[in-house]
């Protein structure tokens, strides 16, 4: 009995040591309470008084029969729209819960919670709705999705928990996103794509804005551990918003400048994110960008100065630099971003100086079409891929660089001409998934061994 107890024991001290490896998670992250109890200003929860069970919903221009079959009421008019409300729908793995198509009467959907399916609310080829007061959380896709429509107005929404995003536009104009909470989407909470003229007010965020288009405005956002993204694919789009530093990053402005010359840091008080198109001649320094999106984007800008700023913890890059020349990068820590310390597409003759550019998700360096550069005296340690990974990169110069505990020290691809010489370059051992939970088992059943063979030879001798 004693050996068993003895072997219990070591078992729960074994659990003990493994657990905290497999099972903690340290990533700091905003609670959805510490939001939601801080703003009931914006949206009165009380009005979420859900009433009735109903199944999916799917109208095609079809109110009439809609509303003889008791579904909705009113007459689709602007002093009488249609209205559907108080209803719960678990879509049950359908397409839509609600899905509007081909509508351009005037209707409401209000006090509605709609769940469990691809799209929570979704219109297609619409104008003239409300979505309003609805709770449109834990879907496959996005809690609330346009398509083709316009002249919509989306307001006081919770959106939690989709798989993909809270509020998202295709390829829709003209509408009105206001007063909504976005919590804990797993890719953006409000997403646009090729959707122009759309006004983004007074939302709280804490899964990002994402745009693409052109003269969207963005006011009052109050967004929290995450940014706004403006998309890569068309660098056009970066030049063409109206986005002012009313949006606040963790309680810090948000900065966005286009055809800007000489900013300095009077230009950048309490900055929580920038990004800058077409801009030169400035000075960053000094300020803590970290927890956001990308912390400091650069479109085609030349001749700035970024130094001794934290650029730490953010949910895409550090440091995203499209376009341009004759930057100079030095003293910054770019370290613990979910994708790559420092991203440089398509720039050349930049300087990057002495900075940290460590832990990072992906790659301390991630450079593509990088040409005449020198990266020399960085810390580039501990990223889970590579310290320097370069695609299509021509003639720069690594020199004297800290590359240690990465996958891989530095990785070339269709690059030449490209000079790597006194770096410090220890590559990471190779780690076997479960090496050490194995190695804790293999403890555990030596010890097991020896306890029952010192039993058993015990209960010989007593014999």
């Known amino acids: 009995?004693?050996?068993?107890?003895?072997?219990?024991?070591?078992?729960?001290?074994?659990?003990?040591?493994?657990?905290?490896?497999?099972?903690?998670?340290?990533r700091f992250k905003v609670k959805s309470s510490d939001i939601t109890s801080n703003h009931n200003d914006i949206i009165n929860h009380n009005n979420l008084k859900i009433s009735i069970f109903s199944r999916t919903i799917h109208i095609n221009n079809n109110w009439t029969v809609t509303k003889a079959a008791g579904i909705c009421t009113g007459d689709g008019t602007y002093s009488n729209p249609y209205i559907i409300k108080n209803l719960v729908i678990d879509g049950d793995n359908s397409e839509s819960c609600i899905l509007i198509e081909n509508s351009e009467v005037f209707f409401k959907i209000e006090n509605c919670s709609v769940f469990n399916s691809y799209f929570g609310i979704r219109l297609t080829y619409t104008k003239n709705a409300w979505i309003l007061n609805s709770d449109c959380s834990s879907n496959k896709i996005s809690g609330i999705s346009l398509s083709h429509s316009t002249n919509n107005n989306i307001s006081g929404n919770i959106a939690t928990n989709n798989d993909f995003y809270g509020i998202n536009l295709f390829y829709s104009n003209m509408n009105?996103?206001?007063k909504n909470i976005e919590l804990d989407n797993s890719d953006y909470g409000i997403s646009?794509?090729?959707?122009?003229?759309?006004?983004?007010?007074?939302?709280?965020?804490?899964?990002?804005?994402?745009l693409d288009g052109i003269h969207n405005s963005?006011?009052?956002?109050?967004?929290?551990?995450?940014g706004l993204q403006i998309s890569s694919s068309?660098?056009?789009n970066y030049y063409y918003q109206n986005i002012d530093i009313t949006n606040l990053i963790n309680g810090k402005s948000l900065y966005y400048y286009t055809y800007e010359q000489?900013?300095?840091?009077?230009?950048?008080?309490?900055a929580g994110q920038i990004i800058m198109a077409s801009c030169s001649n400035s000075l960053v320094t000094n300020l803590n960008l970290s927890y956001s999106d990308t912390g400091l984007t650069f479109i085609n800008c030349h001749d700035n100065i970024v130094k001794r700023n934290s650029i730490n913890n953010n949910r895409r890059d550090g440091i995203y630099i499209f376009g341009g020349d004759n930057n100079t990068i030095s003293e910054n820590s770019f370290s613990y971003n979910n994708f790559n310390g420092i991203f440089l597409e398509l720039n050349s003759n930049n300087s990057f100086l002495e900075n940290n550019v460590s832990y990072n998700n992906f790659n301390g360096f991630?450079?593509?079409?990088?040409?005449?550069?020198?990266?020399?005296?960085n810390d580039i340690n501990h990223n889970q891929k590579y310290g320097i990974n370069f695609i299509n990169c021509k003639i720069n110069a690594i020199i004297g660089n800290s590359l240690i505990g990465n996958e891989k020290c530095f990785n070339e691809v269709y690059s030449e001409g490209n000079v790597f010489e006194?770096?410090?370059?220890?590559?990471?051992?190779t780690y076997i998934p479960g090496y050490n939970l194995f190695l804790l088992l293999g403890i555990l059943s030596t010890l097991v061994i020896i306890l029952i063979k010192k039993k058993l030879k015990k209960s010989f001798q007593n014999k």
């Open 234 to 236: 068309n660098t056009m």
């Open 218 to 226: 963005l006011s009052n956002n109050l967004m929290y551990e995450c």
């Open 1 to 26: 009995m004693k050996s068993n107890k003895t072997t219990t024991t070591l078992i729960l001290i074994i659990l003990t040591i493994i657990s905290p490896i497999y099972f903690n998670n340290p």
């Open 192 to 210: 646009l794509y090729d959707s122009d003229n759309n006004l983004i007010l007074n939302n709280i965020i804490n899964s990002g804005i994402e």
């Open 366 to 377: 991630y450079c593509y079409g990088l040409e005449n550069s020198l990266i020399s005296g």
């Open 422 to 429: 006194n770096n410090e370059c220890h590559d990471r051992t």
């Open 262 to 270: 000489n900013l300095g840091p009077n230009n950048f008080t309490n």
């Open 176 to 178: 009105n996103i206001s």
